[in-house]
């Protein structure tokens, strides 16, 4: 994929699988683009063009959410979850099929590949189960080692392996090479189609904090004056109080721009990015999004 800033390099396999599987699995694809922006919204916070690029891919999503509204699954991110958890298996599966039966060839280390990038956007649905987890590290592994093993014309030990798996993986050359080989010939297998049933549904976001109960001041809690003709006998009138300023009047409201339509859900965009920086904790981009927003709504433009 060109284009993507060279601070957004690390989510652009997760563009790619999105781009490939769009006619395949467009819940599998949603998601891979979900996932890519909301990683990088963290690592853009300081660039802009990152952030543009990634405004970019905000509109492509927004329409691609628009294409799955009808889908029955489409209110539970439950649904979601277990939709691509068993694509990824599915996926794993026909890779380590091929490998256990000691048929090497480039789309099962594709398969290996691309399993580990489905069981890595599981992330932004929680932590990873244990198994999960397992099958995520093994699927990098043997994508890596296969890839290895032909490239140096080595035959692959099927299975697992006879040691620790653990330990860091590169994974820098299959990124470079998604859609194409990787070395080594032999069979050949596609993606799995996906499946029928029903389809998962868009991440909602968090809803606003409620307000807290107010609590009652100390001079609410004062015992109210008597009126002057019930005071006690003998006692000085109360002081009378202070006549109260009068209030300013208000400055008389402004023109207001015409928003139309595309303007109002711009600004919508623009305000879920804002909620998306604040889960990185990245304050300066939430506010900028946000003043982003406040200028779209008050004169029709961003800036």
């Known amino acids: 994929m060109s284009g993507v800033p060279p601070s957004l390099k690390g989510i652009q396999p997760f563009l790619k699988l999105s781009d490939m599987f769009m006619k395949k699995d467009r819940i599998v694809a949603y998601y891979c683009k979900l996932y890519a922006i909301q990683e990088g919204i963290a690592a853009s916070k300081n660039d802009a063009a990152g952030k543009a690029f990634l405004m970019t ?38 890779a380590d099929n091929e490998d256990r039966a000691g048929r090497f060839h480039n789309n099962m280390i594709k398969a290996f590949y691309t399993s580990n990038l489905v069981f890595t956007i599981l992330k932004q649905f929680g932590p990873l189960s244990d198994e999960v987890q397992t099958r995520l590290k093994y699927a990098k592994w043997k994508a890596v080692e296969i890839d290895r093993c032909l490239k140096n014309g080595i035959t692959p030990t099927p299975g697992p392996p006879g040691g620790d798996e653990g330990g860091a993986f590169n994974l820098g050359d299959l990124d470079a090479d998604l859609g194409g080989g990787g070395g080594g010939g032999g069979g050949s297998f596609d993606v799995p189609p996906p499946q029928s049933g029903p389809s998962p549904s868009y991440p909602t976001f968090p809803p606003a904090p409620s307000l807290p109960a107010p609590t009652p001041s100390p001079d609410s809690q004062r015992p109210v004056a008597k009126p002057r003709h019930l005071a006690d006998p003998g006692q000085p009138p109360p002081p009378q109080a202070a006549a109260a300023p009068r209030p300013t009047p208000a400055p008389a409201p402004q023109a207001q721009a015409k928003i139309s339509s595309v303007d109002v859900s711009r600004a919508q965009k623009l305000c879920k990015f804002a909620s998306s920086a604040l889960d990185y904790e990245d304050v300066a981009g939430a506010v900028d999004f946000l003043q982003k927003a406040i200028n779209l709504l008050k004169t029709g433009k961003e800036e």
């Open 57 to 94: 891919q905000m509109d492509q999503i927004s329409q691609l959410k628009k294409a799955l509204k009808e889908d029955d699954a489409s209110k539970d991110d439950v649904v979601a979850q277990a939709h691509i958890e068993e694509f990824a298996f599915k996926l794993f599966e026909t």
